[in-house]
């Protein structure tokens, strides 16, 4: 089993910038893939941007050129950096863990991101 403890949300003015970061801890397979999905609220959850263990990367494209995902696999962490954020980036950003090997995704529990204008 593989738990994950999400950090970094909090309130930011627009334009300004914020990183959220993921440890993941327990049975975690060296073959992963790593991201970051948000929820606004009445909306569906999307994905922002994932990585995988081997450094591949791809993010959705109302996020391009403001995001940037990166992880350190000796930490088994994740980051998302955001940048130049938006009102319409407000969102709860949860972080995801799936291999090919596990039986299932793990979900972070969420952080809130909102983003003032």
């Known amino acids: 089993q593989v738990q994950l403890v999400e950090s970094g949300g909090g309130l930011v003015q627009a334009g300004g910038s914020l990183r959220l970061s993921c440890a993941a801890s327990?049975?975690?397979?060296?073959?992963?893939?790593m991201g970051w999905y948000r929820q606004a609220p009445g909306k569906q959850r999307e994905l922002v941007a994932g990585?995988?263990?081997?450094?591949?990367?791809n993010c959705a494209d109302s996020v391009k050129g403001r995001f940037t995902i990166s992880r350190d696999n000796a930490k088994n962490t994740v980051y998302l950096q955001m940048n130049s954020l938006k009102p319409e980036d407000t969102a709860v950003y949860y972080c995801?863990?799936?291999?090919?090997?596990?039986?299932?995704?793990?979900w972070g529990q969420g952080t809130q991101v909102t983003v003032s204008s």
């Open positions: 327990g049975n975690i397979f060296s073959v992963n893939t």
């Open positions: 990585i995988t263990s081997g450094g591949r990367t």
């Open positions: 995801n863990y799936k291999s090919p090997y596990a039986a299932r995704d793990t």
